[in-house]
């Protein structure tokens, strides 16, 4: 009987448990509720995000260096030989699987990029904003949407298309369904026709963030890509015709600090060297030169065929490739007894005559994504494929002179385009352009071989969509053939 | 360099009042006894002493609260004898003195007053014949336990010249788990049957005299009664949601009544490597560089000098314990004062820690039926860190040149990448210190005879500081820093716990005995860290001020936010034994758990256990002589984990997603991580069968356990499809399902032979098979990072948590055939591991990875010796395990550069003279992580050996003294091991255990100490 008491009791002290309150203890990281109903930059903070993932060790850095430069003609692996870097050996000689490291970083990244701007797209639409603001905002996420998209399907081909946050279930299953490249492209061209008609030309203080003249010049590119020459050649003209932009006539100082947005200058990753330094990742330290007295890990090197690419007299070759032992331009004396005979000069950073807070994984290297040389190379190849090879000479030579280099002997419209593809080589070397314009062009099999790598036909046309993802997929996402 | 000011004085006070305190007692005992002999001196004792003699009468129960009967109670001039309900009457006066004795207690004695009701409570002498163990709001008699409960009492603790009491139970208790860390001030991981969660927190609950903390660093091993560990979920159920991983319940001292006692304990030994690793000499070292093809060509002119790095950042180290512990107490209350000093320096240069502990124990009876108390120990601690990455370092480290040149400036090397690791040491100046004040006050009220109410109140005070100054230096080139930096660090926090219990018992007839608890506890923990950063301090000692900065850069970055934890919980708990003549035993518990870490509609929770005992060698069936005692148990349970960061289930923001327009940054702010809305606990039911027997006499004891332990719904980072768009890739959810199933034993025997040598001897087995079940929508998920881009674990369903996933190897490629007709990875060479193509798809790539064990070990054992042969003792502790493996990380950190190599790997390297099987030519590549680095990890240690000698009677009274006892002591003496690494004890978290890669070394203790009693 007691025994039912002793229960009993407990069994009292157990109904009067309820008291809630005692155990709500509220989160001590913002809710978004709270945030929402606080804060005044809640629009402007998120269209930031988007541009935050830029900055990311997995968006712009060792991943996508390795799939981007180190698996083309003009870049080596380099550091030191047992030095893989993870999987940076297998991109340099073309033995990289599913399984590599580095596919699914660069995967994750930009698809939490496109996230991003999906989520700023949501939210824009159920907050307060400023009509026009608004506008803008969106154009701005949405040109970040597409140059994400643009770098996925340059890299494995058609992905899924994500255009809104996954809410439904069937949402959520398709994020594991690859669209055809097709579909990617028009989603691509869909984003930044819409960004090229809400965005300002320019911006007074704010650089960095998108404009007009960057969406105009992106659209001109990805319709390079799909061969969509007129209206590529189009917006080519547009852009040329705003007269907002020239060649900067130094070509060696385009990649410092000095040449940030320069005339020629069309989008770059705004980074910022002093004190709070903020720049992409790494990207200085992972390709600066190694060794005794070096300052970084040294990858991503110029090969001995780019150096030699180079046509004599071209001031490019000597602003693209530091060899190792000779003086760089503001006095620093680089070790000719360092690992690697050449390192990337396009990433170095002056740490005596440039803005540096003595953070080397933080510089102020700005990315230059798109400059007026390339746009002008674009335009001539449109104009050349659509018949006027003349005028698409015109272009190529402009940016042959400002090299210091004569005309091009090219003639014919078929040797117009290779000059004009062999032009892109040495203007944009070691600007992660080169690889993806061999895939564009058919080149890249024998260019890889010529390289002495083992390229596949039919299967490195493109990278292998990182197993991980296929395995989360539950079946639903295809590889790419040949892997 | 520490300003022990405050503590000294902190200390002062403390002692200044305890002082008085025990020498108004000893006054007015001396005046009574003066009194007696010279007569009515004084007016006021006069009064005292003027009574009548009277009958006094009482309860003598055990610690748990047994009757016990047939205890001698002798007054001055009557005696008397406990009934079965451990009642009696004795007739005396105050002023005398009643003694209390039976055989298996300690004698006991009290002063009388005018208060003629009197409770007292024996503590059994000898352990083995009715222990009482501690069991979570309340204490229980070993015999009546239904469930699992492994118990180390003080003199097994202090024997042991370690700095926590965890270290001190290693090997000691079957199904406890305690991997050492050798660092100083480091404290071991501990694994109760076995690691039931990945990422939701896999450490046992500590209990500190009623307050649940997970630090126990701060408790001077000396002030320790008993450790008492419950393993089964029978016993652990109390704890509810927390108690899934175990509880460690830890009593400290209390006072004992009677005259002061002074005890002071003082050791001082060394410390030293045990275990070095033989790595190639100059000569070697280049030979094989240069033939690795490296980058730099190793000529003579470049070897400048020859450095054993090892030697050259270790040192013999040193460890130092001073305790005195003051304990007296008269018939209203005891009081334990204690001061413990500890100081240890590390065998890495420069690492050292020190604590300060002070404990003041008190309780007080404040009526028959009120009594009070209270638990207080208050630390603090100071360490010199330094980076036990130099141990990398040092292995990896270039032996051409000199450490030190003799100018003083630090050696280098343009041939090797590796920087100068004395260099690194010794100008890291990082600090970092604390106090903590951690205990409870308590009061209890008698409302009957045989029902209680206890309350009581826990609090545990802590700060820690950090500070790191890094000067501006240069070594070489590539080794510098340009400028100064001050890091400080601070964090703050509280936790509060506040018990309310009811203990009752009662009786049904002469065969029904019930004891029940029922209670409501309430708890809280919080607080705040601060972290700042400025560049251009001067580097002068005075200057550790962020405001010094005299640079123009005002390099400040500051952060200060929640600590790491913080939450709440409400519970109700209720226990109930009941007891069938003593033959048949019944534990039923129950706890309604309420955790502020899930969200409303899974916060709660019931966590119910039942046990049954049976005492097989009470029944008549039993045939007599065989067993002794003879108890069959079985338990089954269900108890939780709640250990995971807060708000977990909450959709927060994500700011500091910054970018840069123009020259500013522009704060960015998103939701970044997808939430479970619906998290809950982790589940673990726990089923336990087994048995505790006693023959011939009680000479042989054992144990017998068989568990399985079945977690639901374990935290996992499930990784996620990046089109979702999750920061991570993946989500925390209940995805997971582990069991760990096993068998313990413990064996002892003890006996005394004719010429008076005893001795006992116990030993423990565990058996554990830890396996993931299942991970619910996750995939295999790879962890265990080598700091080169390469990983070695991997959580997979139907493998021990953290298996080592790696590529096989099938000896050495000896001829170019041999590689061109397998597939293999670019670039192979003759003298390359084969690697498998296992899958046989032609590709060497992830997908070719087998599981090769993990760190877990299938079987883990300990043994110990004691005997005591006049004034002699012996103590002797081996432990080990066998079954684990060892992923010998250290191997595979090589970046090309001309890392240094074991002296065997390069002799034995494969040439074409040499062209071995085993050992791979001469590369500084990084490999891929193969079975090749895999090595088992079986281990036995001879753990601890002492001896020790106590002083003559004679010779102690003639200095006051009451004991007197010198001892040497060695601490992890000789490990015989099969891992070729620096030590076999790895710790880590439970996914990446078992890889050696930046690792401090256990060392070895020889120390000497010496024991006072005044």
Redesign the interface.
Known sequence: ???IV??S??AT??LG?C??S????K??????ED?FAS?T??P????????????DWNQHCFSWIGVSSIADDNADKG?????????K??LD?Y?F?????SFNEV??AN??G???V???LDMLDKLNVDPNLKTRYQGEVRFLRAYYYFQLVRMFGGV?V?SR??ITEDE?RQ??VRNTADEVYDLIEEDLQFASASLPEN?L?????ATKWAAVGMLAKVQMYRQKWDDCAINCESLINSGLFELHPKYEEIWREVGEWSSESIWEI???G???A?GIQQYFSVQAPR????LGWGFNTPTQKLYDAYEAGDVRRDATIITSGQVLWDGWQTNA?A?NKYYNYKCYISESQETF??NRDQTNKNLRVLRYADLLLIYAEALNEKGQTGAALQQLNAVRQRAKIGNSMAATQDEVRLAIWDERRLELAMEHDRLFDLRRTGQIADAIKADGK?FEIGKHELFPIP???I???NGLMTQNPGY | MLDYLQMHKLQGTILSHFMIKILAYTLSATLKNSQKRIGGLLLLLALVWQVQAQTYSGYVTDLSGASISNVRVEARDAEATTNEAGFFTVAAEAGQTLVFSHPNFQQYSTLLTDITELSIQLTATDESINPVVVVGYGTSRKKDLTGSVGSVQAKDLVVQPVMTATSAIQGKLAGVQITNYGGPGTTPTVRIRGTGSVIGGVEPLYVVDGVITDDIRNINTADIVSVDVLKDASSTAIYGVRASNGVILITTKTGKRGALSIDYNGSYGIKALTNKVRMAGPNLFAIYSNE?????AITENDITGRTDWMDAITRTGSQMNHAFTFSGGNEFSTSLLSINYYKEEGILLGNDYERVAVRSNNTFDLSRRIKAGSTMGLSKYHSNNKPYSAFTSAYNAAPIYNAKNPDGTYGYT?KS?VGNPLATLELTDDQSWGFRLQGSAWGEVALGRNLSFRTSYGADLFENNGQNFQNKYYV???QRY??TTLSVSQNQGYRWIWDNT?N?S?Q?GSQHS?K?V???T?ERYDGVQYWMSR?GVAPQQQYRYLNIGTST?Q?N?GYQ??LGD?????S???R?N?SFEDRILFTGT?R?D????FP?QN??GNFPSAGLAWVLSEEDFMPKGVFDYFKLRSSWGRVGNDRIS??EF??????G????????????????EIKDPNLRWETTTEFDLGFDWELAGGHWHGIVDLYHKYTNGALFNI?????????N?SMLTNAADISNKGIEFTIGYKGITQKGLSYQINGNATFNKNQVENLGLG?PTNFGSLNN??FATRVAAGQPIGAFWVYRTDGVYQTQAEIDNSPH???TVKGDLKIVDTNGDG?????DREYVGSYQPKCFFGTNVQMNYKRWDFNMDLFGNVGNMIFNGKKTV????NYNVEYEVGMNRWTADNPTNTEKRA????PLPSDYYIEKGNYLRLNNLSLGYTLPEALAKKSKVKGYRVYVTAQNLFTWKSYSGFTSELPGSPAEAGIEISVYPTSRTIMSGLSIQF
């Open positions: 009987m007691k025994k002793a229960f009791l407990s002290l157990l448990a008291k809630k005692f155990l709500d203890e989160p001590r990281a913002q809710t978004p945030y804060s930059k809640a402007e903070e998120i269209v930031t995000s988007v541009y935050s993932k830029l900055y550091s030191e030989p047992g030095d893989s870097g993870t999987d050996d297998q000689n033995s699987t599913s399984t590599s490291a995967w994750n698809f939490e496109i996230a991003r999906n989520k700023a899924p994500i946050v996954p959520i994020v594991n911006y203080i704010e650089k960095g963030r705004q980074a910022k002093d004190f709070p903020k060794g005794a007295g070096g007894a690992p807070a003595n083992n197993q991980r993802q395995d989360l997929s | 690795a093809a490296g980058t730099f343009t990448n070489s080139p590539t340009d400028t009811f009752g009662f049904a019930f029940y029922v209670g409501h309430a560049d850069v390099a970055l936010g929640p913080y939450g709440r919980r409400e109700y708990l209720g109930v009941y129950f309604r309420g955790s502020s870490k409303l916060r709660w807060p708000s909450v959709t927060l923001l994500s700011s997603l910054n970018a840069v327009f123009g020259n500013n940054i522009y704060n960015g702010t998103t939701i970044a990784p996620l499809s990046a089109g979702l768009g999750d920061n890739n995939q881009g390469h990875v670019f670039g590709i060497i790539s992830d997908l090589r970046y090309g550069g590369f500084n590549g990084v």
